[in-house]
């Protein structure tokens, strides 16, 4: 018997609506293909895939970053303004774009699925004078050059873009735009910093934290971005993709491996995330003491999800051990909520996608880390609480003692409502697990389950619904019963 005991007096923080964020970027058939279609049947007035908006609204996405990726530092908001027929047809990697999706169409279809639109501007080919005239176009009141422009591309009222990234993966080679010391980045992104704000103060501006903080050549890259932009950071950001670089790279021996095993490492090597999240909180509080205050300064991870297989092929499959990796990313989320406060799953459609399209057609399926993403909306808005996990454990290859049982729970005081998440990693076997809620009794639980037995199950075109979500309920105890291969979230409700 696995016993889990719910603290919800001890408090970890706010559950973020930010962290239910997505990413679209101009990659294979992301943006035109997938959320751009204007071919497809299924598209909109707009040319937006309907589809994609429905199941984008399901997914309860809150914001969305665009237009990169390591497309930003390419790409000039310039060609994606004005009368279509006029803008430029530009290549990223091979990948045509019309430029037809600019800052208007992309803050119309935000608004048409609900989400707060975040901005990452070019820091590669681009300057700080533009980067500050493309705030000044999205947030300026009429009178001013760009928001001029705004008005006449038939939008009078300004956006409020509230989110702007400041770079993309800056410190790492790959990226166009390399800065190779964080003293680099520094001199660069306080000249866009000071040029951006100067055309909206309101602005909340995201900075480069090192791609990952460990196993990262610039010890200090952090401590020193924290410390040097202290008056406009508002984010330190990271990205990763489990199972693609660091200690976690399965990338070739994955195939080898096999799922089971490639299951297991990589859940154990989730634990590398928290890992970065608790290195990246006692950053933020030397800084902070280092100036004396008590700045709110959120870890931003703006591009996640598992991404082992072939780099190039961008159509990645998801099976179930791939959306129960996802379920641990939440968890995290979760578990780290004072810090942890704005996320973004890369990417929405067909890129490494939450789900796909036949571009042109009509065929649409979701993937099951879709599902996990809409499961975990119940947490939203909530109080995420201390779950004490004396679940079963397993022997890992770095960490001693892997959770077999991942967990994570969330409280409402006014409602006496608790909503326990638990991932049981275990591909063969049921575990029955006892819930204790300290101090209280429980009186009903329900919920939602997500699953399969079968660890290489995955949604498809021919099998759309293969993985889904089902209505789970008991009542009496807190006692349950968990599938293998399984994600829970439990409605709690207490006497
Ligand atoms: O999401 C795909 C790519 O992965 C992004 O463009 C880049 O930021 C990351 O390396």
Redesign the pocket.
């Known amino acids: 018997m696995n016993r889990i005991i719910v603290n919800p007096k001890r408090v970890v923080g706010k559950v973020n609506p930010l962290i239910f964020g997505n990413?679209i970027?101009n990659?294979d058939r992301c943006i035109y293909g997938g959320v751009y279609d204007p071919d497809s049947r299924n598209s909109d007035e707009d040319g937006f895939r309907k589809e994609v908006i429905e199941a984008s609204k399901s997914m309860g996405i809150s914001n969305v970053r665009f237009p990169?990726?390591?497309?930003a530092p390419f790409y000039h908001f310039e060609d994606g303004i004005g009368d279509k027929a006029n803008r430029p047809l530009t290549r990223y990697k091979g990948y045509p774009a019309s430029n037809h999706f600019g800052t208007d169409e992309f803050i119309k279809w935000c608004n048409k699925i609900g989400a707060e639109p975040f901005i990452c501007v070019n820091m590669g080919t681009g300057t700080a004078e533009e980067a500050m005239n493309w705030v000044e176009y999205c947030n300026g009141k009429a009178g001013s050059r760009w928001a001029d422009k705004r008005i006449a591309n038939g939008s009078p009222e300004p956006y409020n873009v509230k989110y702007w990234a400041l770079g993309?993966?800056i410190s790492?080679p790959?990226?166009l735009g390399y800065t190779e010391t964080p003293q680099d980045y520094i001199k660069k992104a306080r000249e866009f910093a000071m040029a951006m704000k100067f055309a909206d103060p309101t602005i909340k501006l995201v900075f480069c934290g090192a791609h990952f903080p460990i196993d990262f050549p610039h010890d200090n890259w952090n401590r020193d971005i924290l410390d040097a932009l202290y008056d406009y950071i508002d984010y330190i950001n990271i990205?990763d993709?489990i199972g693609n670089d660091y200690k976690d790279s399965v990338r070739d021996t994955w195939q080898e491996w096999g799922p089971v095993k490639t299951h297991y490492f990589l859940s154990e090597f989730m634990t590398l995330l928290e890992d970065a999240y608790r290195i990246m909180r006692e950053d933020i509080r030397l800084i902070n003491h280092k100036h004396n205050k008590f700045k709110t300064i959120g870890i931003a991870l703006d591009?996640y999800n598992p991404?082992y297989r072939h780099e190039a092929d961008?159509m990645v499959p998801f099976n179930v051990s791939d959306s129960l990796l996802v379920g641990s990313y939440f968890n995290i989320f979760v578990r780290n909520s004072d810090v942890a406060t704005l996320s973004n799953m890369?990417?929405l459609v067909n890129?490494?996608p939450a789900m796909v399209t036949e571009s042109g057609g009509t065929g649409f399926y979701r993937q099951g880390v879709s599902y996990v993403q809409e499961m975990f909306l119940a947490n939203r808005d909530m109080t995420a609480v201390d779950v004490w996990n004396g679940g079963s454990t397993y022997q890992g290859s770095y960490y001693k003692e892997v959770q077999l049982l991942d967990t994570s729970a969330s409280y409402d005081e006014n409602n006496r409502t608790v909503i326990l998440n638990i991932i049981n990693r275990d591909h063969e076997n049921h575990h029955t697990v006892d819930i204790g809620i300290t101090d209280e009794q429980i009186d009903t639980i329900s919920g939602q389950l997500f699953g399969d037995r079968e660890i290489e199950a995955m949604n498809t075109f021919a099998e759309p619904a293969r993985l889904r979500v089902k209505d789970f309920e008991t009542t009496g105890s807190g006692v349950i019963e968990l599938e293998p291969l399984s994600l829970y979230v439990l409605k709690i409700r207490l006497k």
């Open positions: 990413f970027e990659l990169g990726g390591c497309y993309n993966e790492a790959w990226e990205h993709y591009e991404w961008h890369a990417q890129t490494i």
